[in-house]
């Protein structure tokens, strides 16, 4: 192999430099084939999916409402009204690209508030509706104590747009700079971090034009996959660098020859950073079993993000470090047969101290653990379309000022769609149903008549989402299967019950790929299966925990319903990826020097690395937390935080405690990992490497 990278260095660089500019215009196009809509998310089995699909082929039924909304506290003046009516036809007037005729004015019976409706059809594309709802609220903006907004579904598009533009770039340059300050930390080398920083930069440019290819192939890409791709693609390809780096440190100080030194760091390495690569590319492919297509897109986003940033790193860094040399770890440069300065001490104290009581250590670690998980028997799934934005943005505030004036349903109506002849009755089963303020009216879409309601309660409030599933059985019982109730209050209906659907098949299923992955790897069973529940229990521990800080810190309504199982495929997947880089150095151990000594000089080798590995990914995933859009921000807190505790905690006590305390059994049935046993005696060896 060491010939091989002698020979191969050049051409690997200069095919994946070829690569990243052959495909560098796909990557940037990639928010091109981003959908925010939540019908796009839904199945077509849905009621939602169905009465969207009807009514669209109604006349301007592919548009979308853009409601202007003026409000005054004090209630609204002759002059207010007036400059309503003005603004209205100018608004005509101007004539923008696919705006229709405006809507009536309707005046609320506190006389503080008018709402008028202006359908824009979107069949042009997302920019000239953007620039018409833009034009619209430059038409309109606030004089002397009197409010305008609007806000709508047109409204809320424009603003979610608006909070998404630059977000990628941004996402990227935080991230990339997280990484470099927390890889300069790492190394103490002012040139060595640039090597993984170019390696999985280069990669994230790829796999956004493989992703591009997909979306624009018909798969789901959201906003969320696409951000959740940098900060993976940059944590994984910098933890499997971090991997790698490390026994080419261990290797130069035995090989004079820099490309033999890498060439067993390879081989030494290949198979956990394979196993760990696979592993979390088998559980994100997991999710196309989910019937969410949000979730359902993650799984083959992410999977091309870890599989690229994977390859880069084992080939194109490979290639990097060969060229380079020794200097690149300057100051501190690797000299065959010097010894390193020992920064294992802390982790061999570590091990020592769980090696005089294991038992203790693990019972109280799962403890601890146990009781952070139980915040998430509080955790609420009430986060909907209007509080996951900052509250300042129009289309939040007009919704605010409309449920305010209005019946609260009014902002977001119901509809109701039926073969025309079952109409009446529909009418009368809707009328009857408690929750529902009234029917305001119908119109026929071909053979169908669609009933529009408007609830009592806000629209996306649990009252209301229950009145909802009410209609729906009453329906089912009264008219049958050809009743759909569709709008934004069902739409959260049957997001939640596909998002409860997707938890119930895809947390077993993954569950069940991971402990099969780690079977084959440690040739094992009951450790697999201990490791298994430990990254479960460290889920369920840093989950119930985020959870308490979004509800009592930063006072979100709740969490998305997809996020729970998002933060359970990462941390499951990257917990397990700790467990192999872990487990791996201990079955190499253990065949030497037995379980017990085997199990602490894995601690001791592998603690820095595995620590800096956690840091760094929770960095990443931290980069997350700042953006202005509270699932990503959920996600990021919640996988930052799990993965600290899962390097920190669970990998450095919880594990070594367990197989300490289990010996050989941990690797039953065989029994034992190799030819030494785990009776062996004494103190562990010191160990060749200690970064």
């Known amino acids: 192999m060491g010939t091989a990278l002698r020979r191969g260095k050049w051409p690997v660089l200069v095919c994946w430099l070829l690569l990243a500019v052959a495909l560098g215009s796909f990557a940037n196009r990639l928010t091109s084939v981003e959908k925010t809509d939540e019908m796009s998310f839904l199945p077509r089995s849905s009621q939602s999916t169905q009465v969207s699909a009807v009514l669209r082929t109604a006349p301007g039924g592919d548009a979308l409402d853009a409601v202007l909304v003026y409000h005054r ?27 229709q005729q405006p809507g009536p004015v309707h005046v609320a019976p506190d ?41 709508g579904a047109a409204g ?17 340059y935080a991230t990339a700079l997280v990484v470099a300050v927390l890889l300069l930390l790492t190394y103490r080398s002012p040139v060595l971090w640039l090597l993984p920083l170019f390696t999985v930069g280069l990669g994230l440019r790829v796999a956004q034009a493989a992703v591009y290819g ?35 440190r261990e290797e130069l100080r035995v090989h004079a020859d820099r490309h033999e030194a890498l060439a067993e760091a390879l081989r030494r390495s290949v198979g956990a950073i394979t196993a760990s690569a696979g592993t979390v590319v088998a559980g994100m492919l997991c999710l196309l079993a989910a019937e969410l297509n949000s979730d359902r897109g993650l799984g083959p986003v992410a999977a091309m993000g870890v599989t690229v940033v994977y390859l880069v790193t084992m080939t194109l860094l490979p290639a990097l470090l060969a060229l380079f040399g020794r200097w690149l770890f300057w100051p501190l440069v690797p000299r065959v047969g010097a010894v390193a300065a020992n920064r294992t001490a802390l982790w061999a104290r570590i091990g020592a101290t769980v090696a005089k009581r294991p038992r203790t250590v693990w019972a109280g670690t799962a403890a601890v653990l146990l009781v952070m998980a139980a915040a998430l028997l509080g955790a609420s799934t009430q986060l909907n379309p209007l509080n996951e934005f900052p509250s300042s943005v129009d289309a ?62 806000d629209p996306y409030s649990g009252r209301a989402l229950a009145t909802v599933r009410t209609l729906r059985s009453r329906l089912a019982a009264e008219i049958g299967s050809q009743a759909w109730v569709g709008g934004p209050t069902a739409t959260q209906v049957d997001t939640r019950a596909a998002a409860a659907r997707d938890d119930a098949v895809i947390a077993p299923l993954v569950l069940g790929v991971i402990l099969l992955i780690l079977m084959l790897l440690l040739r094992a069973v009951l450790g697999p299966l201990l490791l298994v529940l430990t990254v479960v229990l460290s889920f369920a521990a840093a989950f119930g925990t985020s959870t308490a800080f979004f509800d009592h810190v930063m006072g979100y309504a709740g969490i998305n319903p997809s996020i729970p199982l998002y933060v359970f495929i990462f941390l ?100 034992s990992a190799g030819r030494a046993s785990s009776t062996a005696t004494g103190d562990p060896s010191p160990l060749p490497v200690t970064d």
């Open 572 to 671: 499951v997947a990257l917990g397990v990826d700790y467990n192999i880089f872990l487990m791996h150095r201990v079955r190499e151990e253990s065949a030497q020097h037995g379980t017990r000594i085997g199990m602490l000089r894995a601690l001791e080798g592998t603690g820095g690395v595995i620590t800096s590995a956690g840091v760094v990914l929770a960095g990443t995933f931290a980069a997350l937390a700042v953006l202005p859009f509270v699932p990503l921000a959920e996600v990021g807190f919640a996988v930052a935080f799990g993965v600290l505790l899962d390097a920190i905690v669970v990998r450095s006590l919880l594990v070594p405690a367990l197989v300490l305390d289990l010996g050989d059994a941990v690797w039953w049935p065989r029994r």
């Open 214 to 248: 997909y979306g624009s192939n018909g798969g789901t890409v959201s906003d969320l996959s696409a951000g959740i791709l940098t900060v993976l693609a940059f944590g994984a390809g910098t933890d499997y660098a971090l991997l790698l780096i490390s026994r080419y």
């Open 111 to 151: 006389g503080t508030t008018a709402v008028y409706t202006i359908a824009v059809d979107r069949k042009a594309g997302d920019d000239q509706l953007k620039d018409t709802v833009k034009a619209l609220r430059e038409n309109a903006a606030d004089r002397d104590g009197l409010q305008v907004r609007v806000t």
């Open 396 to 457: 939040v505030t007009g919704q605010k000022l409309i449920a305010g004036s209005f019946p609260a349903g009014a902002s977001a109506p119901t509809s109701v769609v039926v073969p025309s002849e079952l109409a009446a009755r529909t009418i009368a089963v809707v009328e009857r149903t408690p929750g529902v303020n009234e029917v305001t009216a119908t119109r026929h879409i071909g053979q169908r008549t669609e009933i529009i309601t408007v609830l009592g309660d």
């Open 156 to 172: 809320l598009q424009l603003d979610h747009a608006e909070i998404f533009s630059g977000v990628g770039t941004t996402l990227l």
């Open 73 to 99: 506290d004090s209630g609204l003046t002759a002059t207010d009204r007036q400059r309503l009516d003005q603004e209205r036809r100018r608004i005509v007037a101007l004539r923008l690209p696919g705006a």
